[in-house]
Antibody, heavy 120, light 106 residues
């Protein structure tokens, strides 16, 4: 079955760090660019970061630039998001999403998400 | 940054009826526009890409249209399963941006 499965969310204090993981299965991970998208409670969707299939190109939202790092391990079919200096406004469900067939494309497959709670 | 707006915020429709959702971009995005459906507690699901191309397994009652800065999602013969939140997204340029969503309810 084609799917994405996120993990690593949880409760963290402001200023803390967390690493999210997203394991892909059922498709050739190395063929696709990947993304992180977040959704604060009761709010809309916010694109966070994208990484190309090879990992050589990365983009970040201004709201996380310098604090978050996207990476991937193609040998493990896994996408990561390292989050540091976390703030209250980072609290959200974080989804990993597969890019369509080309770089700079729609998101055709989403995981179920993992909740990040930032609170003291 | 391309700012996406959607209208209306909420649309009340009867089962079997039709709905037209609007999405506007602050600058032209060509046909690089997608629509997603999200139900409570679930991940978004891709409905439409390329402004009018239905994603895999999406029924024909979902129809996308428009280009440039103005787009629509039309849902005909609404079924109970269609009552949800709908987001548009531009992927013409980074940062990719989403609209605030339109809630379709009974």
């Amino acid at each position: 079955e084609v799917q994405l499965s996120e993990s690593g969310g949880g409760l963290v204090q402001p200023g803390g760090s967390l690493r999210l993981s997203c394991v892909a299965s059922g498709f050739t991970f190395t063929n696709y660019a990947m993304n992180w998208v977040r959704q604060a409670p009761g709010k809309g969707l916010e694109w966070v970061s994208s990484i190309s299939a090879s990992g050589g190109n990365k983009y970040y939202a201004d709201s996380v630039k310098g604090r978050f790092t996207i990476s991937r391990d193609n040998s493990k079919s896994t996408l990561y998001l390292q989050m540091t200096s976390l703030r209250g406004e980072d609290m959200a469900v974080y989804y990993c999403a597969r890019m369509g067939s080309s770089w700079k494309d729609y998101f055709d497959l989403w995981g179920l998400g993992t909740l990040v709670t930032v609170s003291s | 940054e391309v700012v996406m707006t959607q209208s209306p915020g909420t649309l009340s429709v009867s089962p079997g009826g039709g709905a037209t959702l609007s999405c506007r971009a602050s600058q032209g995005v060509g046909s690089s526009l997608a629509w997603y459906q999200q139900k409570p507690g679930q991940a978004p699901r891709l409905l439409i890409h390329g402004a009018y191309l239905r994603a895999t397994d999406i029924p024909s009652r979902f129809r996308g249209g428009g280009s440039g800065t103005a787009f629509t999602l039309t849902i005909t013969s609404l079924q109970s399963d269609d009552f949800a939140l709908y987001f548009c997204q531009q992927y013409s340029e980074w940062p990719f941006t989403f609209g605030p969503g339109t809630k379709v309810d009974i």
